[in-house]
């Protein structure tokens, strides 16, 4: 006989699991004078085979329909509670190791599906979000275009406007030497129109004279 506690050591489950698993599989556990659970060997390896179940992958439901299907047994050994059950094998282990891995290859292949059906919509989502990107692509380089034609037209522009200020440039530079030009004829002229009034009123001062005499 051993305690709840050295059960759980040597499961190396908690004992709040073993109480569990007593009360799910409905497994009969004596106790003691103080009301402390003891389990003996036929306990014992009903706990072991039930851990060996869990810790290959499979549910605690899934073991005892596994146990039920196999054709274990329920017997009413301990006649202190009839409501609590415990079974013991009739079915030669070989043949429970194959129908456990059989069971985790099922469930194996389930989840290999649902990893394709996933990747299979993964893909997809790569897809679209592939097409959306060749397709914001596209739309870039169609801006960038009309931005770049955009930028040649002002360039040009610039480049005619550049030109036509500097014709305008050479143009007033050669309405300044005209003026330049124009300003000294005026001046000439002035000099010469005042000579000429010089000479016009010597020639009306003469013009008296003569008429005077």
Known sequence: MITVFD?????GVSSSTLRKWE???AIHVRRNLKGNREYDEFTIDIFRKIKSLVTQGMTTKEVKNLLNQE???YTKQYNQN????IFEEKEPPDQLILKTFTAQLDKAQNEIKQLVYENADLKGKVMFFELKARE???NLN???EAKQETIEILRGEKTKKETDLKESQKEMMILKEENVK???EIGQLIK???KFKEKRGLFDFLLKKISIK
């Open 71 to 73: 054709g274990t047994s």
């Open 192 to 194: 010469e129109n005042n």
């Open 82 to 85: 009839p409501k609590m059950e």
């Open 7 to 11: 059960l759980s050591e040597e499961l």
């Open 182 to 184: 124009l300003e000294a």
């Open 136 to 138: 914001h692509e596209k």
């Open 23 to 25: 009360s799910f599989f």
């Open 142 to 144: 169609m801006v960038l």
